[in-house]
């Protein structure tokens, strides 16, 4: 087997891995991803013991026991770019045997579920909505670096995709479903829909302040996409990046997303804590 080399696989001298300052030893097989540092915390009292409390840059990791479940819950900050390091590593961690820098012969195959903050494009979803995303649809470019194999299924959502948003230029658009295991527990009840990832916050997700938008109309564009049952929920950015990557490498993922702003409604939620709080309480109680 071939042996990474250490430009690679870094490996700080503590035996963690590069960015996210973590040792094989200090994550469960179910993580919770955040985007928000402070949110790790928010998810982590909940716990019933904290074993381990680790970070390095936006990369907050706190492990421990919700009754007999271990859990990790990660902040993976803002973007996919960040999620591009998060799932490697978290990768690396279990997959990787860090000694001999060869893959391991028997892979694990984590559960990575993200509790995150996003804005609803369709009229009937309200602030404080709990989503689940069936497929994530990444505008952003972090799937051009890696080849990804399609199901029947996410090829011709694809082919749909491409055709409604063809005339945007310079736009490469991949599509990933949710496990759909974790989308038919976890995920159980609550509303599905297709979640859209954008490389930013303003004019990628159709927001104007001050500088000029150059793709006019953007949330009709996303709200207005429809294939057979299927719709385009909600804006944020990280899930297709997670959902992409995370099935290339052989995990399971699912995104679970707070309502917090209505792009349809031009309304942002008056208490996000509360929101966000929900979510974090729906999600630990149904993973325990
Ligand atoms: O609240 P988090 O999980 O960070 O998620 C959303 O909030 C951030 C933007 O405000 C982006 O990361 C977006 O995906
Ligand atoms: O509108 C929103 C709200 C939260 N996070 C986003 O990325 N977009």
Redesign the pocket.
């Known amino acids: 087997m071939n042996k990474l080399s250490e430009s690679d696989l870094v490996i700080n001298s503590d035996g963690s891995i590069y960015h996210l300052n973590l040792r094989p030893e200090d994550i469960a097989d179910t993580i919770i991803t955040v ?1 928000d540092p402070d949110r790790v915390s928010e998810v982590s009292k909940y716990f019933d013991h904290i074993e381990l409390k680790k970070g390095k840059r936006e990369f907050i990791t706190h492990t421990g026991y919700l009754g007999k479940k271990r859990l990790t819950v990660l902040s993976t900050g ?1 973007g996919t770019d960040n999620i591009d390091i998060v799932i490697n590593e978290l990768d690396a961690l279990v997959n990787i045997d860090f000694n001999s820098r060869e893959v391991k012969k028997d892979l694990t195959s984590l559960n990575i579920i993200r509790i ?5 494009v369709q009229a009937d979803l309200s602030m404080g909505t709990i989503l689940a995303s069936s497929h994530g649809l990444g505008l952003d470019a972090l799937m051009n670096y890696y080849v990804q194999e399609l199901s029947g299924e996410e090829h011709s959502l694809l082919d749909h995709v491409k055709v409604h948003f063809g005339h945007l230029k310079n736009i490469n658009p991949y599509l990933t479903a949710a496990d759909t295991g974790l989308l038919n527990s976890i995920g159980k009840d609550l509303i599905h829909g297709i979640t859209v990832t ?1 490389p930013g ?1 303003y004019a990628p ?1 159709g ?1 104007q302040v001050r500088a000029k938008n150059a793709v006019p109309n953007f949330i009709s564009m996303i709200n207005s996409f429809e294939q057979g049952n299927h719709r385009i929920t ?4 990280e899930t297709a990046g997670i959902y992409a990557l995370a099935k290339v490498l052989g995990h399971k993922a699912l995104s679970i997303n707070a ?3 209505s ?1 349809v409604n031009f309304e ?1 939620s008056k208490d996000p804590q509360e929101v966000v709080e929900n979510a974090i309480k729906l999600i630990l109680e149904r993973l325990s």
């Open positions: 985007g803002i995150g903050t996003s804005g609803a954008a916050f997700q927001r909600n804006l944020e950015m309502i917090l702003a792009r942002f």
